[in-house]
Nanobody, 116 residues
Framework: QVQVVESGGGLVQAGGSLRLSCTVSGTIFSINGMGWYRQAPGKQRESVAISTTSGLRAIYADSVKGRFTISRDNGKNTLYLQMNSLKPEDTAVYYC?????????WGQGTQVTVSS
């Protein structure tokens, strides 16, 4: 069984920073793509940042380019999202997605609230 757990969300003022973490645990032989997604109230879930298996390449949503940085520590099965210069429109529940042994797993999400 595989579990995906996010942490690091919270309340921050506009212009501030947060660092999200996502740890994958359980019976793991291989983790491929991992990524961060978010869903704001009344909106569809959207991709924020995606990391390749090696962690050497990343794809960002246009809205977060230059402000967010995705990284991963494969030795710890952990994915990070460093969020700087946060804006009120970044407010959402942030979810981690992980492909483990060919199956897609999601965490329960962590709330990020940015006040103006």
């Amino acid at each position: 069984q595989v579990q995906v757990v996010e942490s690091g969300g919270g309340l921050v003022q506009a212009g501030g920073s947060l660092r999200l973490s996502c740890t994958v645990s359980g019976t793991i032989f291989s983790i491929n793509g991992m990524g961060w997604y978010r869903q704001a109230p009344g909106k569809q879930r959207e991709s924020v940042a995606i990391s390749t298996t090696s962690g050497l390449r990343a794809i960002y949503a246009d809205s977060v380019k230059g402000r967010f940085t995705i990284s991963r520590d494969n030795g710890k099965n952990t994915l990070y999202l460093q969020m700087n210069s946060l804006k009120p429109e970044d407010t959402a529940v942030y979810y981690c997605s992980s492909w483990v042994q060919g199956r897609n797993y999601w965490g329960q999400g962590t709330q990020v609230t940015v006040s103006s």
